[in-house]
């Protein structure tokens, strides 16, 4: 069975492209409030997918409400289980819902669990996620000038903004609203709208990133409370093509946890989140394995 990659909502799920790619899990114990979902039950639940899966790679939005994370972390911890990596993220609910397709669709590749886990940290980067928005007076995700909120309070006005890979925010008026920065790559680029139409996006913005295939997708529950308002058009452009995302991973050097054992791309393991010693600080095998041979002690803090 491929790596299990766990969503922390139903609108983080999209469609499989094709056969082969999978669903991803929707956790239930972070859908539904712990005072309706007891905790043996979450644990219950997470248990089941280590069985059937092996590994689970939790995506969790770095802007869920702390009781998400907080119950997630302490089912990992009664479990005392290696084999749960939770991932936080700072995309948007769109571009969250689309790199949790990327990863679904690289579990079924030959991938190591370490480094499909890990690998969340780099495609996030080709991950083109915003929203066009007709206001942005409460908007504090994204840096907002003082300028753009007094226009903001103006009638009609409307602002394309660019969460990642770098933020950006213009004013829309005419078609000078393209000037957000576009991916210097061939992409999809999935839009859900809200409480604004989405000509913009469909008939400026995408022409203008040049992206191949341009669908509609259901705003995320999420999108309204992420972006500060329900005048929306929430947009993710990203790589379509599993072959494509297969080399951009397989391109980046792989290595060893110290602590864990398990193969990692990046500075940190997204499993045991240890970090990578400096070249030439590196022991040959995992911390966690010596101590298991009583050859050496844990270190303090170590989990």
Known sequence: MPTAIAVTGPDLVLPSPDRHTPSAAVLQSA???????????????????????????????????????????????????????????????????????????????????????????????????????????????????LQSHAKSWVPGAQFAVLATPRPELVKVSGGDGARLSAPGFATRMLYAPGRLP????TGTLAPAWKSQDVTEARLPGESERWWATGKLVEFAAAIPDTSVLYQLVSSVRRDDCHWCGLELIGDRCAFCAAPLPPPGERPAPPVRALAARGATALPRGAT
Request: glycine share 4%; with cysteine.
């Open 198 to 201: 989405a000509d913009w996006i």
């Open 31 to 145: 859908v539904q409030s712990p005072r309706t979902y007891a905790l043996d039950q979450a644990i219950t639940e997470m248990d089941t997918l280590v069985e059937h899966h092996g590994y689970v790679v939790v995506l969790c939005p770095a802007a869920a409400p702390a009781a998400v994370a907080q119950r997630l972390y302490a089912v990992r911890s009664v479990l005392e289980s290696d084999r749960i990596a939770i991932v936080r993220s700072d995309l948007p609910p769109l571009g969250l819902a689309v790199l949790a397709l990327q990863l679904r669709q690289l579990s079924v590749c030959d991938f190591s669990p370490g480094v499909l886990a890990s690998a969340a940290r780099l495609l996030s980067h080709y991950i083109y996620a915003g929203a066009l928005l007709g206001s942005v007076a409460k908007l504090d995700r994204v840096p907002v000038s």
